[in-house]
């Protein structure tokens, strides 16, 4: 990288904080120190020392290095890399942008808390759901079943 990349580079950085409250020089990192500036880093020193974010969620700037969350899937994290990210193991190619959205990005897992609904007849069966939204809409269905079969 050279120096006028870095320029370019906070022009990327300043495009994606547009409509956060995020400010542009909160997503430098310099010489593994992030939030270190108060205003527009003058990039002074040699660039392999500066670092960009790539991606915002919940108003925080995200690094490579970062693990983060899919709210679907909290379970596990997803590593970002300079390509995408890393999950189970396995790398994805993905533009950063994909990881720029609080609707399907969390930073940190949620806590561990399962609701376990069990299903007698037959047969008994268990499911867990860590999604309490999620675990009232099939308790929800279940009781419409249950009237149906009265």
């Not at 108003?59 to 899919?70: E, K, L, Q």
């Not at 994909?98 to 609904?117: A, G, M, N, R, V």
């Amino acid at each position: 990288m050279k120096n006028i990349d870095l320029y370019v580079e906070y022009e990327r950085v300043n495009r994606m904080c547009e409509g956060t409250k995020v400010k542009p020089w909160k997503c430098v990192e310099f010489d593994k120190l992030r939030g270190l500036f108060l205003s527009k880093p003058s990039f002074d020193d040699l660039p392999e020392n500066y670092k960009f974010s790539v991606a915002i969620i919940e108003d925080t700037p995200v690094f490579v290095g970062d693990t983060i969350y899919h709210k679907s899937c909290p379970d596990n994290g997803y590593t970002i890399t300079e390509t995408g990210y890393v999950h189970d193991s396995h790398e994805f190619v993905y533009d950063h942008k994909y990881f720029s959205s609080d609707d399907h990005w969390i930073l940190k897992p949620p806590e561990k808390i399962c609701y376990t609904i069990t299903i007698t007849g037959d047969e008994q069966h268990s499911y867990k759901f860590n999604d309490i939204e999620r675990w009232k809409e099939v308790e929800k269905l279940l009781n419409q079943y249950t009237e149906l079969l009265k």
